[in-house]
């Protein structure tokens, strides 16, 4: 009992302590909300940078500020050492450290507050300037819209470097560095990143202007029509011909400017790859075109044997098959595919060929080459008998005699 009654005056000026926190604590708490309401922050920030009411929350965060600073003491007045001292140490780093909390929290806050309003500023100046429009007139999709990834662009560059300088006011040198140094190489990397967004988006705008202009005048010169006088609107059935040679343009274009790009972000093993990709493309694309030209004259030297041997298919074909042997050879060695494979066949083709003229001329015409041979002997045998005879006899003496 006489413990108790010496605990009890600690108890009651714990409570009272307790109750005067929580009295000063609810005062600071609706004084800070009065004053923020009065400032209309809350509309302003909520308008302006998309950010949720803070008076509640730093009317709260002040709340349990003041609660804290009210603990050390009520413990002290129960007399709670083993407490009080981890606690009170505790506090006194707190409260060392909260100058620097607070600074981050301002610096942070000023840099969020600041980005947010040019962000939104910056976009509806481009929405309203129109440059959704011209991004979607340039070929973009609907959801890529120039004016968010400029605010979001404009956002970064005002942030990340506020957000550097809260760090370093935090003098947590565990915590700041590293987010600090992560930070500076992004930083350090904006640039390099817009120089190759730039690079892409503007070789698309005009890469798509050229390869829709490209496709009109060939579509104009009458380049559509072509499949069907060589006999193969079959392969075209999907797309026009000027509409393809305007996306393979399109293609090429946006694979130099992707080269460029990986060149300004610093992958040179990425444009090295595209590098080794567009010359293989480049060697494929030039076989393709020997391979239409080697259709289009095999098909005309088909027609002229025709109209000039009076409807002989068979040599028509012949000649047309040979053509588009040479072609077909001449094109997969423009594309480097199976270069040795390409020339052997070639040239057992050209063998075979050679070999079956000599049996043919050797087989069935014996007789003739017999004949032949027979003339070509008698006049050698004239030629010599000619020369034993001087040239002073006279004409009847420098006859040869007959056989």
């Not at 709670?80 to 981890?86: I, Q, S, Y």
């Not at 969020?112 to 300037?129: G, P, Y």
């Not at 080794?276 to 027609?303: H, Q, W």
């Amino acid at each position: 009992t006489t413990q108790l009654f010496e605990y009890a005056p600690r108890v009651l000026g714990a409570c009272l302590l307790a109750l005067l926190a929580w009295l000063v604590a609810t005062l600071v708490r609706g004084i800070t909300q009065k004053v923020l309401d009065r400032t209309t922050l809350d509309e302003r920030l909520s308008e302006h940078a998309n950010i949720s009411p803070i008076s509640e929350s730093l009317s709260n965060a002040l709340f349990w500020l003041v609660v804290l600073l009210f603990v050390p003491a009520i413990l002290g007045a129960l007399q709670m050492e083993g407490l009080l001292d981890p606690l009170r140490a505790m506090t006194t780093k707190a409260l060392d450290i909260l100058p620097n909390v607070v600074a981050a929290l301002v610096i942070g806050g000023v840099g969020w507050i600041v980005a947010m309003v040019l962000r939104n500023l910056a976009t509806n100046l481009l929405r309203s300037a129109g440059a959704d429009q011209v991004g979607q007139k340039a070929g973009l999709a609907e959801t890529v819209q120039i004016s968010n990834l400029v605010g979001l662009l404009v956002f970064i560059v005002v942030f990340v470097p506020a957000l550097i300088a809260a760090l370093d006011a935090l003098k947590i040198d565990a915590i700041s560095q590293p987010a600090t140094d992560m930070l500076a190489m992004l930083m350090e990397a904006v640039p390099r990143i817009v120089g190759a967004g730039l690079i892409l988006v503007v070789t698309w705008m005009v890469a798509s202007f050229a390869s829709r202009l490209l496709a009109n005048l060939l579509a104009t010169v009458g380049l559509d029509t072509l499949p069907a006088r060589l006999d193969l609107q079959h392969a075209f059935r999907g797309m026009a011909p000027s509409t393809l040679i305007g996306r393979v343009a399109l293609i090429f274009a946006m694979l130099f400017a992707t080269v460029e790009a990986g060149n300004q972000l610093g992958f040179g093993r990425f444009s090295d790859v595209i590098t080794t990709f567009i010359e293989f493309a480049g060697d494929v694309l030039l076989g393709s075109v020997i391979l239409i030209i080697g259709f289009m004259l095999a098909n005309l030297a088909s027609a002229a044997i025709v109209r000039a041997n009076s409807g002989n298919l068979m040599l028509a074909r012949v000649a047309r098959l040979a053509i588009l042997g040479i072609v077909l050879a001449m094109g997969l060695r423009a594309m480097g595919i199976a270069d040795d494979i390409v020339n052997l066949a070639f040239g057992l083709t050209l063998g075979a060929v050679a070999v079956a003229l000599a049996l043919a001329f050797g087989l069935g015409g014996r007789e003739a080459a017999g004949r032949l041979a027979s003339r070509w002997v008698d006049d050698l045998c004239r030629e010599e008998d000619a020369q034993d005879f001087p040239a002073t006899q006279p004409a009847d003496e420098r006859k040869p005699p007959q056989p």
